[in-house]
């Protein structure tokens, strides 16, 4: 019979939540009585042991958020720079917000996020690739 786990009395698939497996005695699931192994030796681990080495890969989504809000920022710069003053607004239009410059705003700041994101992912791709190359 198998030992008893410590996540036996939580529900399992296709197990009803009350019918929890009796321990090896009938009451309740006992504790293992195994004592832990002492650690290995020195001698023993470097007989066992393979070097490693830890890649250091770059997160791709942070490369990217921060791509992306560089992008808006630099984006909602140039339409605030390049911007004459004197275009107005036509009309009310569905969405009257989005009229004369506050359109141009916005369209330039949500296409520097893009250009951002994707300079952003760029930027992460080069970045592996650099790692991986140091390694070889």
């Known amino acids: 019979m198998p030992e008893p786990h410590a996540d036996d009395d939580l529900p399992a698939r296709g197990r009803p939540a009350g019918d929890v497996p009796p321990g090896p005695s009938g009451d309740a ?13 020195e001698a023993e681990l470097e007989r066992v042991a393979t070097p490693a080495t830890v890649r250091r890969a770059p997160r791709y989504r942070s490369f990217m958020v921060a791509g992306a809000l ?53 930027a992460a791709v080069l970045a592996d690739r650099r790692s991986t190359r140091a390694r070889r």
Do not use: I, N
Not at 29 to 41: D, G, K, M, N
Not at 95 to 115: K, M, N, Q, W, Y
């Open 29 to 41: 699931p006992q504790e293992p009585s195994a004592v832990p192994a002492a650690p290995p030796s």
């Open 70 to 122: 560089l992008g808006a920022v630099v984006g909602l710069v140039l339409a605030l720079v390049l911007a004459d003053g004197d275009a107005s607004g036509g009309g009310g239009g569905m969405l009257p917000f989005l009229d004369g410059v506050s359109g141009v705003r916005a369209l330039s700041t949500l296409t520097g996020a893009v250009v951002g994101t994707f300079a952003g992912g760029l």
